[in-house]
């Protein structure tokens, strides 16, 4: 691969890699600025980003340039198939960028999150433009990139990233495929329990039974947590790896929801790894542990158990459950403060009116 | 008028003013965020803008907004008669915003150029953060403003913000006008001479006597500042306010450069007071005292005395001449520390071919 060699020399650093999805790119690093709206702060890091050039037309071939979202860009990579998919019809280049303060992109290393004199640049507008700095510094320095098209890809808060890269930067990102992106979820805009009802919405159209369940399961732990005794069996009950006391009893009801979120988000017809393991059909899948009649309140509890291991030990290898990480593989230390110190509409069972 | 009042009770602090130029309009501020990107610094500070109601419909009419650029926003407000034009014809909201640290909107008071931790939110991504958010909150809390349609004006650097406001936030403005707004200046897109270019033509439109004197007065200020006499004759005869020697001739060269470039920018058909009083068609004006044979440098010297003076001191009230400040009126102190930190293409006398 002439192109790749012709990469390799430009920009020091590459490492060759086929990943387990089959894809093969190299691995590379750019300098950019912490902060580039002003110059109180000059510090820089060094931001990873995925580069496969085995399709492109060196003369002129489009870049179509992943924005990366809340997690290490190499799970993006390996599950955006649609770019493997159309890089050889349009004889594209593929780029994927890693979002700052996530995966190998630290700004500050492990003291990424110390306070927020260092997390206070994880924002959306300082990501995109790293994005942009890079797609420039790209085109400037790597032969037959500088009159390439680029369209922006991204799935999720990536696909909100592409299309607001496209909107703040026309003269760099010429389309933007924003996929699963849920671009109006803000506050005013979409009502809070628009996510959840779509969650139920998928579970629902297995079976009325298997969200009956699931529903009377919130009721039936609710009861069973206000007690020391009865949070100790819970806590037994779904292997949880730290102690549940009454007190904390909507840690678990919060990550029972991200769990049947999760099985709804990555509810593909295959199997995939996309936040971990799961089967085809995942939802599906779930359901069939719900589908009973439960005559008591252990049996159900034992269906929930069984039905959330299709997302949470699919492979039997989790040892226990953390509540405190819900995120599966995808590394998004940074998404709880991102979520915090930006108007991100994320539905919480506790806010929001649910069903 | 009403909608005064009205604005007057929802936005507190409001001071009416009938300028010299015969314009009315209150003032208000307006605290934003020092650093609108990230967190790590949550400093605001309180931005001027200045806001004429009396020709608005408050059904919907437009809002006209201008875009403030380096310097006291009233001297905008007052030199940009196309809006005051227009207001009554179109129903207009007058809204003139202030740049941050410029006029009275300091981030940090007196202390706002002291260092970058100080000065390093002076640049154009957060200025037009400021507008936006300015207009976002006008628009949500003074009624009837809601639904107003947004047009950003500018002159100058104005013009080249009403423009990239357009473009970077094309929610909260539909369209802007952009007035003498050299957006192309920057390096490796406009040829660095192209300013001096324009100014040279506007001077050798009068006559190539008046170029040719004036070419000839920089060798031959040139040639006499080499020494500490010459220098000193040459602090007199331009009635410098600070002294000259051989070693800051370029200062005085520099200034000239600039004096020049004013006489240009302010060239209009009117006497007018936007970067100082001037007659109508001041560069005419200079280049009567220039359209001589002059036998010998002294009385070139004094011709070249009289022609700036038509910028300088068209009052007669200036006592001397201070080449470290040539901005005139627009209280433009930030301006040298904003070009040192973005690209802008300020043509040198030293670093550009000249003519």
């Known amino acids: 691969m002439a192109g790749v060699c012709r990469l390799g020399l430009l920009l020091a650093g590459a490492f060759g890699f086929a990943s387990s999805a089959g894809y093969s790119y190299d691995t590379y690093y750019f300098t950019t600025k ?13 931001m990873r980003y995925l580069v496969a050039d085995q399709y492109w037309d060196h003369d002129g071939g489009p870049i179509f340039f992943y924005t990366g979202n809340e997690g290490n860009i190499e799970v993006f990579a390996n599950n955006t198939g649609l770019m493997w998919d159309w890089a050889p019809e349009f004889k594209a280049l593929l780029i994927f960028a890693e979002h700052r303060y996530y995966g190998k992109s630290m700004p500050y290393g492990k003291e990424s999150f110390e306070g927020p004199s260092r997390h206070g640049y994880l924002t959306v507008e300082q990501a995109l433009a790293d994005y942009a700095d890079l797609l420039t510094h790209f085109k400037a320095h790597v032969p037959g990139a500088g009159d390439s098209k680029v369209v922006s890809f991204g799935g999720s808060y990536g696909g909100m990233l592409a299309a607001w890269f496209r909107l703040k930067y026309p ?46 399961s919130f009721e039936v732990m609710r009861n069973q947590a206000a007690t020391e005794e009865g949070a100790k069996a819970l806590e037994e009950q779904f292997r949880l790896c730290q102690p549940l006391a009454p007190s ?14 999760n099985l709804a988000m990555v509810n593909y017809p295959y199997a995939n790894q996309f936040l971990g393991p799961v089967p085809g059909h995942p939802v599906k899948e779930a359901c069939k542990y719900l589908e009973k009649n439960f005559t008591d309140d252990q049996s159900l509890l034992d269906g929930i158990y069984q039905a959330i291991s299709v997302f949470q030990n699919y492979t039997g290898q989790t040892h226990c459950n953390d509540p405190a990480d819900s995120a599966g593989t995808l590394d998004a230390g940074g998404w709880d403060i991102q979520v915090l110190h930006t108007a991100f509409l994320v539905p919480r069972w506790d806010r929001c009116q649910s069903n």
Not at 34 to 46: E, L, Q, S
Not at 172 to 187: D, E, G, W
């Open 34 to 46: 912490v902060d580039h709206f002003g110059y109180a702060n000059n510090d820089t890091f060094k």
């Open 171 to 216: 003269h760099v990102t010429t389309a933007a495929l924003a996929a699963s992106a849920p671009i109006l979820q803000f506050t005013g805009i979409t009502p809070c329990n628009a996510l959840n009802d779509v969650v139920t919405k998928a579970f629902a159209k297995e079976s009325d039974q298997c969200t009956s369940a699931i529903r009377a």
């Open 248 to 261: 904390n009893y909507t840690v678990l009801r919060d990550w029972f929801v991200d769990v049947y979120t």
